[in-house]
């Protein structure tokens, strides 16, 4: 039994297939952010162009055929409303065309339960940081099992601050990620607002200082006092959620995952505590099919399947209203 | 002796002339750059012990505060129990409302006001662990120590102790609507499926 997963929340049409927790293809394309960030409906019309060969590309690199297809799944939420129904309509259409089950995943489900499946861990404190989403997450059983948020982001995404530091300061695209290749080569390190409650944060006090100081420091000295501030802050809040929660396991995931310098850090927090580390390769951590196509075929195995005329998308889906199953 | 660890600092059981102290260290954190580590190490430790010595001259039931140094703050040791490990009673939830509006009053929030952090000893209420305190005149941070405790104990427990809590405190009533609008939050609220 092969089960395919749509990805189509924001920039990436990610599709992927998965047998048995074993990812067989991961393929995606990804939209070019220009200056002026992410429109919607432009994002949504390039997810059409291109929604066809993503799919048939995944099939076959999976190397099944179209029959082998026994469910398929589709990011519900959160993400931009016009993307997130190309991927619905996708779904729906390979449903009705194959006649099998289709089933709605949570974004930030998918990308802790990759990590989970990764890193080889059961119930770990997950830290999910993204453009649009940074939360320190932990299963919780009761009422139903859900993704309890112990901690989160009061204004904006971990992700989104570096992005927008980066383009205020007018550094190239791919932004987050080019301050932190300019942080690798900083030394020097200014000290910057360091915002943390418990096991919450916030990033825009230090977004705003770090522009208004911009011109008075190297780039690479810049980006280097950031990036260290805002992912100690992360790492911190982790650590209390960590002790608070007597969990013995640490993972983190989502886009911003991507940074070896992040991983790193938490890795070294975890290890404080004797506690197991864990994350998923780089190709999950970014938005992509394979993770939902992996909580999809957990949530088909439990008969989760849902109607086909019952099927939406929810821009706002919380991560607490979703149900999680393994 | 190591007596007790939490994510910020371990608390170690030490005699200084005879007189049994408590000492808590704001230990390195490996994962972060030396010069972050010691700005938040410092900064945190002088504001716990200001804090501290505030609510002591105030006459507010925590732990009477000896010394402090750059890391580590000395205090008096306590006897009796924590809050969570033991039985409650009405009379114990009344002490604890009126100490919450004591710290209120003069402008103070608590930051984790749980019963891990109420000492229980006799009849006597003490409210430990000021590491996530700070000044504030915000209703919001105030209402989410008023918050932290209601998730903790019964219902008809959090009456009691928010009854107190409104008779003592200033600007009570204002806070418990900022409660209100608070538990109205997606995060705060109860779960259902959809």
């Given at each position: 039994?092969?089960?395919?997963?749509?990805?189509?929340?924001?920039?990436?049409?990610?599709?992927?297939?998965?047998?048995?927790?074993?990812?067989?293809?991961?393929?995606?394309?990804?939209?070019?952010?220009?200056?002026?960030?992410?429109?919607?409906?432009?994002?949504?019309?390039?997810?059409?162009?291109?929604?066809?060969?993503?799919?048939?590309?995944?099939?076959?690199?999976?190397?099944?055929?179209?029959?082998?297809?026994?469910?398929?799944?589709?990011?519900?939420?959160?993400?931009?409303?016009?993307?997130?129904?190309?991927?619905?309509?996708?779904?729906?259409?390979?449903?009705?065309?194959?006649?099998?089950?289709?089933?709605?995943?949570?974004?930030?489900?998918?990308?802790?339960?990759?990590?989970?499946?990764?890193?080889?861990?059961?119930?770990?404190?997950?830290?999910?940081?993204?453009?649009?989403?940074?939360?320190?997450?932990?299963?919780?059983?009761?009422?139903?099992?859900?993704?309890?948020?112990?901690?989160?982001?009061?204004?904006?995404?971990?992700?989104?601050m570096l992005?927008t530091f980066a383009?205020e300061i007018g550094l190239?695209?791919?932004?987050?990620?080019?301050v932190?290749?300019l942080a690798?080569?900083g030394?020097k390190y200014v000290e910057l607002p360091y915002s943390?409650?418990?096991?919450?944060?916030?990033f825009t006090g230090l977004m705003t200082k770090a522009v208004t100081i911009a011109d008075t420091l190297s780039r690479e000295d810049l980006c280097f006092s950031l990036e260290q501030t805002a992912?100690?802050?992360?790492?911190?809040?982790?650590?209390?959620?960590?002790?608070?929660?007597?969990?013995?396991?640490?993972?983190?995931?989502?886009?911003?995952?991507?940074?070896?310098?992040?991983?790193?850090?938490?890795?070294?927090?975890?290890?404080?505590?004797?506690?197991?580390?864990?994350?998923?390769?780089?190709?999950?951590?970014?938005?992509?099919?394979?993770?939902?196509?992996?909580?999809?075929?957990?949530?088909?195995?439990?008969?989760?399947?849902?109607?086909?005329?019952?099927?939406?998308?929810?821009?706002?889906?919380?991560?607490?209203?979703?149900?999680?199953?393994? | 002796?190591?007596?007790?660890?939490?994510?910020?600092?371990?608390?170690?059981?030490?005699?200084?002339?005879?007189?049994?102290?408590?000492?808590?260290?704001?230990?390195?954190?490996?994962?972060?750059?030396?010069e972050l580590?010691?700005?938040?190490?410092?900064?945190?430790?002088?504001?716990?012990?200001?804090?501290?010595?505030?609510?002591?001259?105030?006459?507010?039931?925590?732990?009477?505060?000896?010394?402090?140094?750059?890391?580590?703050?000395?205090?008096?040791?306590?006897?009796?129990?924590?809050?969570?490990?033991?039985?409650?009673?009405?009379?114990?939830?009344?002490?604890?409302?009126?100490?919450?509006?004591?710290?209120?009053?003069?402008?103070?929030?608590?930051?984790?006001?749980?019963?891990?952090?109420?000492?229980?000893?006799?009849?006597?209420?003490?409210?430990?662990?000021?590491?996530?305190?700070?000044?504030?005149?915000?209703?919001?941070?105030?209402?989410?120590?008023?918050?932290?405790?209601?998730?903790?104990?019964?219902?008809?427990?959090?009456?009691?102790?928010?009854?107190?809590?409104?008779?003592?405190?200033?600007?009570?009533?204002?806070?418990?609507?900022?409660?209100?609008?608070?538990?109205?939050?997606?995060?705060?609220?109860?779960?259902?499926?959809?």
């Amino acid at each position: 039994m092969a089960v395919i997963g749509i990805e189509s929340s924001a920039h990436t049409f990610g599709v992927g297939i998965v047998e048995d927790g074993k990812v067989l293809a991961n393929e995606k394309e990804m939209y070019r952010i220009g200056t002026e960030g992410m429109i919607p409906n432009d994002v949504a019309e390039f997810h059409i162009a291109n929604s066809g060969t993503v799919v048939s590309r995944a099939i076959e690199k999976a190397g099944v055929s179209r029959k082998d297809i026994t469910g398929v799944g589709y990011t519900r939420g959160p993400g931009m409303g016009p993307c997130l129904h190309v991927g619905l309509l996708s779904a729906k259409t390979l449903a009705k065309r194959l006649g099998i089950p289709i089933v709605p995943v949570h974004h930030g489900i998918g990308h802790i339960e990759a990590a989970r499946h990764f890193g080889g861990m059961k119930d770990p404190v997950a830290l999910y940081v993204s453009g649009g989403n940074s939360q320190i997450l932990k299963l919780d059983a009761k009422p139903f099992a859900h993704y309890r948020v112990l901690g989160e982001t009061f204004d904006i995404g971990v992700g989104n601050m570096l992005d927008t530091f980066a383009r205020e300061i007018g550094l190239d695209p791919a932004w987050g990620s080019t301050v932190d290749r300019l942080a690798q080569s900083g030394r020097k390190y200014v000290e910057l607002p360091y915002s943390v409650k418990g096991m919450d944060f916030s990033f825009t006090g230090l977004m705003t200082k770090a522009v208004t100081i911009a011109d008075t420091l190297s780039r690479e000295d810049l980006c280097f006092s950031l990036e260290q501030t805002a992912f100690s802050m992360l790492c911190e809040t982790t650590e209390r959620a960590l002790l608070l929660t007597n969990s013995g396991e640490v993972s983190v995931c989502g886009g911003v995952a991507q940074s070896q310098k992040l991983r790193e850090m938490m890795e070294k927090m975890a290890k404080g505590h004797g506690a197991k580390f864990g994350c998923a390769p780089n190709e999950f951590n970014a938005d992509n099919g394979g993770m939902i196509a992996l909580v999809a075929e957990q949530m088909l195995r439990r008969n989760l399947d849902v109607a086909l005329d019952k099927c939406d998308i929810e821009q706002r889906y919380r991560i607490e209203n979703a149900q999680v199953v393994r | 002796m190591i007596i007790g660890e939490g994510a910020e600092a371990k608390i170690y059981s030490v005699d200084v002339f005879g007189k049994p102290l408590l000492v808590k260290v704001r230990e390195p954190k490996e994962y972060r750059i030396r010069e972050l580590d010691i700005s938040i190490r410092k900064s945190r430790t002088k504001r716990e012990a200001r804090i501290m010595d505030a609510l002591n001259r105030n006459n507010v039931p925590v732990p009477r505060i000896v010394a402090a140094g750059e890391f580590s703050i000395y205090m008096e040791r306590l006897s009796g129990r924590l809050m969570k490990d033991s039985k409650h009673s009405a009379m114990t939830m009344k002490k604890v409302g009126r100490v919450l509006a004591s710290i209120h009053n003069i402008d103070i929030i608590h930051g984790d006001f749980t019963p891990a952090n109420v000492m229980l000893d006799g009849g006597d209420v003490m409210i430990i662990d000021f590491g996530l305190s700070d000044y504030s005149k915000d209703d919001e941070q105030k209402a989410f120590d008023v918050l932290l405790m209601k998730r903790s104990v019964s219902p008809a427990m959090y009456r009691i102790f928010r009854d107190e809590y409104v008779a003592r405190c200033r600007k009570g009533g204002q806070i418990l609507g900022r409660l209100a609008e608070i538990e109205l939050r997606g995060r705060y609220q109860t779960r259902t499926l959809g």
